[in-house]
């Protein structure tokens, strides 16, 4: 279910009720951490090439293609990173253009993907986000990391628990 940002507060209001308010699962800065990280990732691509460029071409060439490759992995994850929320039904996605709100039937499984807290949430169902997409929970993980992996693991039994309360209809039921 995809809404506007605008309407999405709207609707996320009347939906739920005062208690109910959605828990954070990411780190606020996950927007101005990707640029930090941008920033970083060419500065040190710069200096590989600086540093290489003096011991021959073969060398320049294959060390400016390996560690490219290795941050250009690191790139595409940290360009997927989300600001998440939580509640007890769903999974909301924060965007500047556009808001998502998925059902946590919906989620098949909360991975950790690194040991900096980068999680990757797995969806059966593609979502325009696509099939996976990844959140960090701290830009201090390692330092608070039982604390969020505790908060990791509260979404997990909420998962669990809506799973366990969605409807199964037979295959051959006819809808009315």
């Known amino acids: 279910m995809c809404l506007p940002a605008a309407s999405r507060r709207?609707?996320?209001g009347k939906r739920m009720s005062a208690k109910q308010n959605p828990t954070r699962l990411s780190?606020?800065?996950s927007g101005p951490?990707?640029?930090?990280?941008?920033?970083?990732f060419i500065g040190i691509m710069a200096s590989i090439v600086a540093s290489t460029i003096g011991?021959?071409?073969f060398s320049t060439v294959s060390q400016t293609l390996l560690y490219g490759w290795i941050?250009?992995?690191?790139?595409?994850?940290?360009?997927?990173?989300q600001q998440t929320y939580f509640d007890d039904a769903f999974l909301y996605v924060y965007q500047k253009k556009q808001d998502y709100v998925i059902p946590l039937e919906n989620i098949e499984s909360?991975?950790?993907?690194?040991?900096?807290?980068?999680?990757?949430?797995?969806?059966?169902?593609?979502?325009?986000?696509?099939?996976?997409?990844?959140f960090k929970t701290s830009l201090l993980y390692p330092l608070n990391a039982?604390?969020?992996?505790?908060?990791?693991?509260v979404l997990r039994k909420k998962i669990d628990l809506a799973k366990s309360r969605q409807q199964v209809f037979q295959r051959n039921a006819l809808m009315s």
């Open 146 to 153: 039982k604390k969020k992996d505790a908060l990791v693991n």
């Open 110 to 134: 909360v991975e950790i993907e690194s040991l900096g807290g980068v999680y990757k949430v797995n969806l059966y169902h593609s979502e325009q986000l696509g099939k996976e997409f990844y």
């Open 10 to 12: 709207k609707y996320i």
């Open 33 to 40: 951490y990707r640029w930090v990280l941008y920033a970083v």
């Open 27 to 29: 780190s606020r800065f």
């Open 55 to 57: 011991k021959g071409w």
């Open 71 to 81: 941050f250009y992995m690191m790139l595409r994850i940290a360009n997927r990173l």
